[in-house]
């Protein structure tokens, strides 16, 4: 069995498609990582140990179990509990979520990054707690972590087809579909493949140009 | 959740599954990552180019992807294999492109000095990556080995959607016969949450004995420059 090229065009705008929902999964689900992963990390720092240390085990509990289960949970649990949600909903709610474990490690080592004269000059100053962390060691830490946090915009690409598991229409479920109405995988499997590659590529080019811009040493 | 715990054998049987899949895809992940890292060192460029490519390529797909295209692409044009022998392969040629980016970053951070010392002292291009650039490198590449092996062992989950019977699977299915959906979830996410916490340790354990083996300490929590450097979107280290 060889290419078929006239078939690859015929499943094009399918592949396009389930693309639109594969990059409205991944910003939607970026966009709660990257604010409830800074949550995650103030919330480590309050007086009480107690109340950080289970704020840290719960973080590593979600981040060290896979998002397919995850998926699930959300998917099926909530509606047991008399919520009910839509599988596209529910996939953003589980990525972001999951991701937000991640962003939450970026922001915590940005954070210790700060030089410590940094919250010495606070302390001197006597600024109010607001103003040290919007005015001084957010701005800076937030700046040294921009290009990781970039990296985990692509992670999350990348890991999107996992809300197949949950039918949400994204990439490659489209191209599964497709191919199991004609039995041929080998044209539209290929072809995600080779979107995610062109995908990551350049954006890991833009990363690295982010990083050589946003550098501090 | 009685009725979850009393299938307590199929969990057993999804998780033997899962650590196999851990285990079997992270050896081949390994091999080929020492293997492309080295090349990525190397001087000659079209050495280097395979390595680019190798990495490109693997880490730029999403490994369920790649599962896919072993699983449902490959066996169309004649080339068939066992769906666990995909599944190894997906995870461990994906795995294994970040291990050579940590492999190559980690032999590149190797102060200078060592290199041309080997050189002075005549060392063949074998000696000198077995006896001085390895066995320093290896300590850098430790800690981003752990984070990759815990993100292979979470990406196992993937196989249960081509048929493997892991504890993903395991969980779906008694979902589906016992109709309890919160206990058979939990249950799933607490024994995954161990599997990790396992591996966790034991890549404590061996960090401990390398630092002790080179007589040195590294940092207890991880600094911005190596957090990212085992992570799933990372971009080239080192």
Redesign the interface.
């Known amino acids: 069995?060889s290419w078929d090229w006239q078939y690859s065009g015929e499943i094009l705008p399918d592949l396009l498609r389930g693309l639109r929902y594969t990059v409205i999964a991944t910003l939607a689900g970026y966009v709660i990582a990257i604010v409830l992963g800074l949550v995650w990390t103030l919330l480590r720092r309050t007086p009480s140990r107690v109340f950080n240390q289970v704020i840290r085990w719960v973080t590593e509990?979600i981040r060290?179990?896979?998002?397919?289960?995850?998926l699930?949970?959300v998917f099926?649990?909530l509606p047991?509990w008399g919520i009910t949600i839509g599988s596209l909903t529910a996939g953003i709610i589980t990525l972001g979520i999951h991701y937000s474990t991640?962003t939450a490690?970026?922001y915590?080592?940005?954070i210790?990054?700060v030089p410590k004269g940094q919250w010495e000059a606070c302390t001197a100053l006597n600024l109010p707690r607001s103003r040290v962390w919007l005015d001084v060691i957010l701005p800076q830490a937030i700046r040294?972590?921009i290009?990781?946090l970039g990296?985990?915009?692509?992670?999350?690409f990348?890991?999107?087809?996992?809300l197949?598991?949950i039918n949400v229409a994204e990439l490659?479920f489209s191209?599964?579909k497709v191919?199991s109405q004609s039995l041929?995988?080998?044209e539209p499997?290929?072809m995600?493949?080779l979107l995610?590659?062109?995908?990551?590529?350049i954006s890991?080019i833009l990363?690295?140009r982010l990083?050589r811009r946003y550098a501090t040493t | 959740m009685s009725d979850v715990l009393d299938s307590y054998s199929q969990w057993l049987d999804g998780a033997w599954v899962t650590v196999r899949l851990t285990l079997l895809g992270g050896a081949l992940a390994l091999v080929l990552a020492l293997l492309f890292g080295m090349a990525g060192t190397s001087r000659h460029a079209w050495v280097r180019v395979l390595n680019r490519v190798y990495v490109e390529f693997f880490r730029g797909n999403a490994t369920l992807v790649l599962l896919f295209w072993f699983f449902y692409a490959l066996p169309l044009i004649g080339l068939r294999f066992t769906t666990m022998f995909a599944a190894v392969l997906a995870l461990g040629l994906n795995v294994g492109a970040y291990g050579a980016e940590v492999v190559r970053g980690s032999i590149n951070a190797v102060p200078k000095a060592q290199y041309e010392a080997t050189v002075a002292l005549n060392f063949t291009p074998f000696q000198r990556m077995r006896r001085v650039l390895l066995p320093q490198a290896f300590a850098l590449m430790l800690p981003p080995f752990g984070n990759l092996l815990i993100e292979l062992m979470k990406g196992t989950a993937i196989v249960s959607l081509v048929g493997l019977v892991d504890l993903t699977r395991v969980s779906k299915n008694i979902q589906g016969s016992t109709g309890e959906t919160v206990a058979a979830f939990s249950v799933v996410l607490v024994l995954y949450f161990v599997v990790a916490q396992l591996l966790q340790l034991f890549v404590r354990y061996a960090e401990r004995r390398v630092d002790r083996m080179l007589g040195r300490r590294l940092p207890s929590e991880p600094s911005l420059g190596t957090i990212a450097a085992g992570a799933p979107g990372a971009g080239v280290a080192g």
Request: a neutral charge; hydrophobic letters at 50%.
């Open positions: 069995m509990f060290s179990t896979p998002l397919i289960p995850q699930y949970f099926f649990v047991a991640y490690e970026v915590r080592a940005g210790a990054d040294r972590v290009p990781t990296n985990y915009l692509i992670a999350m990348k890991d999107s087809p996992m197949l598991a490659l191209a599964y191919g041929q995988f080998l499997i290929t995600v493949g995610f590659v062109v995908v990551s590529v890991s990363v690295r990083e």
